[in-house]
């Protein structure tokens, strides 16, 4: 790889302005919802011990019915169906030994001397095998936790307790990556207290121990592992392999770039057994090739390198799932991205030329020479020859092995390019889950993305009209932690339709669709185009794939309500709200759209007049973000306000305002009139001294008039019925309405003429 591809990869701010995401705003969410909100009326829940942080381990147990989570000196059972609800948990701190060696070794007693369970694997139908760092003293139980639902168990086994070096960090600081196949655990951890020999270990079972060589950058590099998974290569069982995901220091990189952090997907086979005479008790068929994730630009391509979590989406074909990752970037413009990639792109990869370092500069290229048989990193099996073991491998394919663990290409992404990308949103993505889900028009992943500030992102993937590729609608941004806290792991309970989430302080639990929160019109359930949820005709519900056709309102594809709603009565009627106004003064007309997607629309009809005309943004007339502000107002002004909202081409009416524009004159009459008027509790209110509460003494905004304030609200009579179910409201709504408050005076204006 000469000089030119490597400046290729660099990561920095040029590039990516050179890209055109310099300037790229945040994709706004649909629909966002607070902690509160969410906890009063979409069902959140959350579960956190006294004293205890660091939920970092989640294990998703369908047949018990569990959710096992492991925290800070604790391990604990909760409820699948309610976190909240029949807690179990298991005390299990270091021995005070070893935190007062840790504490001799220099590391904080009260922060890092403690044991952090880091890893929780279902070992058979009665354990499941944690580990922690016991104090930088790795170590590992089986934990009973029975069978039967009815009773839970959660005991710890003290007669079987493991060695936790080469499964999990010394450091809790680090993350653990492993996974159990069968009986064995393949890991990537750092296998020393100082966390610098990081590598591939295989440990338990039967068959010897297994590890990368060490000290050797071209093997590993100072790398960060994120995921494992075991992947079936065919129908033999000798031809599995187990890929590795992590991000590195790359060796290919010119010495000019400096310290380049890439992304790697790495494998080696289940069967492989070491080498005979070279390469003793480590692996013989590692290999790696590198993870790209970028957007094509003019002079270079911008590049997501620091590879933060993968999620393997299972298809119909055991042997070939997707892999959903999250990536952020390591310079110092902050963006995050989405990239999918095929098993057949990664096979593709690591059966392609090798990386190869010659030349008097160094430089590394393809390698053109011949490549020893069996080839490097194929498994022993009789898919692809008579070799039954690695030990039998010949010497020079073991050499070749040892010195060309790096593959020469790498691996797109579908498409070339991401799915979903946030560059400039005040976050980074840390989690990414992903639900396959039935549809009206098809299936669509849903991707549920976990960011460093405790919120969750859920994006679908829909498929673009010409290209094989996809790209991310984000429909919400779930709030569900009180207080920011990083994403540290998610899980997926498909049975129960629901997300559990961990950070540093708690763990919290969200259906995966809030269909109420949509709205009441079968338009805003379609604009949502959440392939969870349909119009049945009444309410915006869940969608049952087995559902009566009449039932099946939903276009997820193009969210287009025109045909599928226009027939729809079931929307009420709008309400004509009163708004009363002084002459120069001014006068703030609520309307907020559910959507944040949504572009608001505002049409006005003088009094006396029938046609509508769309009120002009002048410096009388000023948008905001909640609603419309007009200044200096006059006695013209008084009509009829419509605001609608325009999403996806569509226009939705939201609410009719009717203004009335009072001279100082009648308000200052009407002022006094109900100084003298005597109090009338059993009877009618009368409709002035609705007016009258909005009016403050001494306002005198320009339209004169003693005591009559030159500011309103809106007026929203207290016998006007409201519409059945919550409303949710946005993230730190203010429902105060009264000009005179900041939320209405956006800046200065001076009058004028609209």
């Not at 892999?323 to 413009?333: G, K």
């Not at 160094?362 to 990193?377: D, F, L, S």
């Not at 949710?728 to 204006?749: I, M, Q, V, Y």
Request: proline share 7%; aromatic share 8%.
């Amino acid at each position: 790889m000469g000089r030119a591809e490597a400046a290729a990869m660099i990561p920095g701010l040029t590039l990516l302005w050179a890209a055109g995401l310099g300037h790229a705003t945040p994709s706004p969410p649909r629909l966002r919802l607070s902690f509160q909100e969410l906890q009063a009326w979409h069902g959140l829940r959350t579960f956190r011990l006294e004293r205890t942080c660091c939920y970092e381990a989640l294990l998703v147990d369908e047949e018990r019915g569990r959710l096992f989570v492991g925290a800070e000196n604790h391990v604990a059972s909760l409820s699948l169906d309610n976190i909240s609800k029949q807690a179990k948990k298991l005390s299990w701190p270091a021995p005070v030994e070893w935190r007062e060696e840790c504490n001799w070794a220099g590391k904080d007693i009260g922060t890092e001397c403690m044991n952090f369970v880091k890893l929780l694997h279902p070992y058979n139908h009665t354990h499941v095998l944690a580990c922690g760092t016991g104090a930088f003293h790795p170590i590992c139980a089986f934990v009973q936790v029975g069978h039967r639902l009815e009773e839970p168990i959660l005991l710890l086994e003290p007669r079987r307790l493991e060695d936790g070096k080469g499964k999990s960090p010394y450091d809790p600081r680090h993350r653990a990556a492993s996974v159990l196949v069968g009986e064995e655990l393949y890991s990537g951890v750092a296998a020393d207290l100082m966390g610098r020999d990081f590598t591939i270990f295989r440990s338990l079972g039967q068959r010897p121990s297994l590890r990368t060589e060490p000290h050797d950058s071209r093997w590993l590099n100072e790398p960060k592992f994120v995921k494992v998974f075991w992947i079936p290569e065919s129908d033999n069982p000798d031809d599995d392999k187990i890929y590795f995901f992590f991000h590195e220091l790359a060796v290919e990189a010119a010495p000019v770039l400096g310290r380049l952090t890439v992304s790697r997907v790495g494998q080696i086979c289940r069967n492989d057994m070491g080498g005979q005479r070279s390469l003793v008790n480590k692996w013989t068929t590692f290999l790696k090739a590198r993870l790209v994730c970028s957007v094509p630009g003019m002079e270079g391509d911008t590049h997501f390198d620091q590879l933060q979590d993968v999620f393997l989406l299972s298809s119909r074909d055991p042997r070939n799932p997707l892999l959903y990752t999250v990536f952020s970037t390591s310079s110092i413009f902050q963006g995050s991205a989405v990239c999918v990639y095929s098993m057949n792109d990664v096979r593709r990869a690591f059966l392609g030329p090798f990386a190869h370092k010659e030349g008097p500069t160094h430089q590394w290229v393809a390698y053109q020479g011949r490549v020893p048989y069996p080839r490097p990193g194929m498994c022993p099996s009789k898919t692809f020859g008579t070799f039954s073991s690695t030990k039998d491998f010949p010497d020079d394919v073991i050499q070749f092995a040892r010195n060309h663990p790096l593959m020469y290409n790498p691996v797109l992404p579908i498409g070339g390019r991401p799915v979903f990308m946030q560059v400039s949103a005040g976050y980074t993505f840390t989690q990414i889950a992903v639900d396959r889900v039935a549809a009206a028009d098809g299936h669509y992943d849903v991707l549920f993305i976990g960011t460093d500030v405790g919120t969750v992102l859920k994006v679908i993937s829909l498929p673009k009209s010409s290209q094989p590729s996809s790209e991310g609608l984000l429909l919400e941004e779930l709030h569900v932690f009180e207080h920011s806290a990083a994403v540290t792991s998610m899980q997926i309970s498909s049975k129960r339709h629901q997300l559990y989430i961990a950070s540093r302080s708690s763990v919290a639990q969200i259906s995966l669709h809030r269909c109420a929160a949509h709205g009441r019109a079968c338009a805003e359930c379609c604009l949502a185009r959440d392939p969870y949820c349909a119009w049945d005709g009444v309410k915006c519900t869940r969608f049952q794939p087995s559902a009566k056709r009449r039932f099946r309102r939903q276009d997820i594809r193009n969210g287009d309500p025109s045909m599928l709603c226009s027939r729809d009565s079931s929307r009420p009627a709008l309400l004509e709200r009163k708004v009363f106004g002084v002459e120069g003064g001014s006068a703030f007309l609520e309307c907020e759209p559910r959507s944040l997607q949504a572009r608001v629309e505002w049409t006005f009809q003088r009094t006396g007049e029938a046609a509508y005309t769309q009120v002009p943004t002048e410096e009388r007339a000023e948008r905001a973000a909640r609603g419309l502000l007009l200044r200096g107002l006059r006695r013209q002004d008084s009509g009829v306000y419509l605001c609608a909202a325009i999403e996806h081409g569509f226009s939705q009416p939201l609410r009719r305002l009717a203004l009335h524009v009072l001279s100082a004159t009648q308000a200052e009459r009407l002022a006094r009139a109900e100084e003298v008027a005597p109090p009338a509790p059993s009877g009618p209110k009368l409709w002035y001294r609705d007016f009258l509460q909005l009016v403050e003494p001494g306002g005198g905004g320009g339209g004169g008039g003693g005591g009559a304030a030159s500011s309103l609200r809106m007026c929203q009579p207290q016998h006007a019925p409201r519409a059945p179910g919550p409303e949710p409201r946005r993230k730190g709504r203010n429902r105060r309405t009264h000009a005179s408050e900041p939320r209405a005076e956006r800046g200065p204006r001076s009058a004028g003429h609209w």
